[in-house]
């Protein structure tokens, strides 16, 4: 059985820090591109980072970059999305979804084209 499972969301200050956690079961985790997504309250599911297989090449939306890291351990089944400096527009539920789809970025952001997705973690900012 196919499983992604999200952990670590929660309520933080403007300013403040939360690592999210998706480990992975049922499908080979190192053949798949991990990716991010969120959605914020009224808008729609939207990618926000994603990583290749083996983990060099990594691709973050211009309002995530340089404050939110993207990783993954393969030994370990987990892709992580490290986020510093949260502020309030950062409030959603982060999902994580798995694609053979090999580009990162753009051309790989529509939902279609992953195959697997967790069941999301709500990550909530206070001003």
């Known amino acids: 059985q196919v499983q992604l499972v999200e952990s670590g969301g929660g309520l933080v200050q403007a300013g403040g820090s939360l690592r999210l956690s998706c480990t992975a079961s049922g499908f080979t985790f190192s053949r798949y591109v991990m990716a991010w997504f969120r959605q914020r309250p009224g808008k729609a599911r939207s990618l926000i980072s994603s990583?290749?297989?083996?983990?060099?090449?990594?691709w973050y939306v211009d309002s995530v970059k340089g404050r939110f890291t993207i990783s993954r351990d393969n030994a370990k089944n987990t892709v992580y999305l490290q986020m510093n400096n949260l502020n309030p527009d950062d409030t959603a539920v982060y999902y994580c979804?798995?694609?053979?789809?090999?580009?990162?970025?753009?051309?790989?952001?529509?939902?279609?084209?992953?195959?697997?997705w967790g069941q999301g973690t709500q990550v909530t900012v206070s001003s």
């Open positions: 990583i290749n297989w083996s983990g060099p090449n990594t």
């Open positions: 979804a798995a694609t053979t789809f090999s580009a990162l970025g753009p051309q790989a952001a529509h939902f279609s084209l992953y195959k697997y």
